[in-house]
Structure formats: C-alpha cells, structure tokens
C-alpha cells in the first residue's frame, strides 16, 4: 500500500489543503492519504488553535473520503512534535507500505534546518508540491537536488511538466508535483473570521460551523 502522509497545523484545514490531497492522491497514485495535525509545534503561534480543535475539524472535513484518514500522533503528545519523529513511529505503524511525505516548497526548503533531516530522507519518499508565491526552480540550491536539471525546474514552473522523480537519497525517491493552484491561506481566513467577512466557499461548512460553535479565531 502507498500512504500519503500530510502534515501542517490546519489552523484551519480548508479546500486547499482537501484538493491538493486529492490531486497528490490521484497523481501518485496513493491509495490513502493520512492527515497529521500539529501538535505543540517547535515554533511560537499565538494564534493557533488547540490541538484538539484542529485535530476535530480535520477529522470532520474529511468525513465521507474512504481515502482520506486522520492521525493523532502529534496532536496526543505532551511535548515538541518533530517530523522525523513523527514519520519514525508512522514508519513502524505502516510496516507493510511505502511512505510519501508530503510538503510544499517552501516548508521543503526549510527542510535543512529541521531535526536530523538527512535521518528523514532515508525514513520516507518525499512529495514536493507547488505553493503560490515560490517556484520550483527556487529549489535549485536545495542540497537534496543536485541531480535534478535547472531545466526540469524551469518545465515544472511553466507547466510543462506536472511532475518529476528523481533519487533524493539512496533509499528514497523524491517527487515534484504540480497542483492546482488554490491561493486560499488558514492565515487568511483567519483575518477574515476577526473582521467578520464571510469565510463561504474557502472551508467546508462542517469546519466552519465547527469554529462558529467554538468561537475559534475571534481574537488574535
């Protein structure tokens, strides 16, 4: 089985997150895709939600997706999540599957700074997706790319190419993935909830419901 691991804060989890999970899935050709809310994040966020909330509106945005799954890894522990860990312990769940990471350029070019990150490119196969705002070819200088052409990049950026495999260890296979563009942000729809704007069409009904009920993101 491949399994698609998606992990981010969802704060909160909106139709950009749900659609590039499903491109990623049908791309790949995964055959489930299991969301991982943050818990305690390394990082300060005053305005992120509880682990309990996020984890609950994730779990309801995705009812009725056979392929879609939810994980409490992060959101149940006491202390700092670091995503090595977390695809550690995913790793000796899924013993039987291959898994893929999924993330989008910009946290991939963060990836250097993360806990033992050459540990994680040998732990899963890596999915880099596209993000409004960057381009593929700004990963040239990644040192997880060395053997991928500038060429490629520029392709993938023009939409040449909807994706590229390329050896990004060797244990695992990194892929570059081009999605459909939804420039919809959680720190937009944030901003929009404090000015109370209308968040219609930009998150499920299920999870909008989910922060009206629990007055979530009234303040910052």
Do not use: C
Not at 83 to 97: A, E, F, G, H, Q
Not at 147 to 169: N, Q
Not at 179 to 192: D, M, Q
């Amino acid at each position: 089985m491949k399994i698609g691991i998606y992990g981010g804060t969802f704060n909160p989890v909106h139709y950009g997150h749900l659609r590039t999970a499903q491109e990623v899935a049908e791309t790949m050709g995964l055959d489930r895709i299991v969301f991982v809310p943050a818990g305690e994040t390394p990082f300060d966020k005053p305005d992120l939600a509880k682990a309990s909330h996020r984890y609950k509106m994730v779990k309801t945005a995705i009812t009725g997706n056979s392929s879609f799954k939810i994980s409490s890894i992060e959101t149940r522990s006491r202390g700092k999540s670091f995503t090595v860990d977390t695809i550690r312990s995913l790793s000796d769940k899924y013993k039987k599957s291959d898994l893929y990471f999924i993330l989008g350029i910009d946290a991939f070019l963060d990836m250097p700074l993360w806990k033992k990150p050459d540990s994680l490119v040998n732990l899963t196969n890596i999915i880099v997706i596209s993000r409004p705002g960057y381009t593929f070819f700004g990963l040239s200088e990644s040192p997880y790319l060395k053997d991928v052409p500038v060429k490629t990049l520029r392709e993938l950026d023009r939409g040449k190419r909807d994706m590229f495999s390329f050896d990004i260890s060797g244990k695992r296979k990194g892929h570059l993935v081009n999605v459909i563009a939804l420039n919809i942000s959680a720190s937009g729809i944030r901003e929009l909830i404090r000015a109370g704007i209308n968040t219609n069409y930009l998150l499920p009904e299920s999870v909008k419901s989910y922060i009206i009920a629990n007055t979530l993101y009234i303040s910052k």
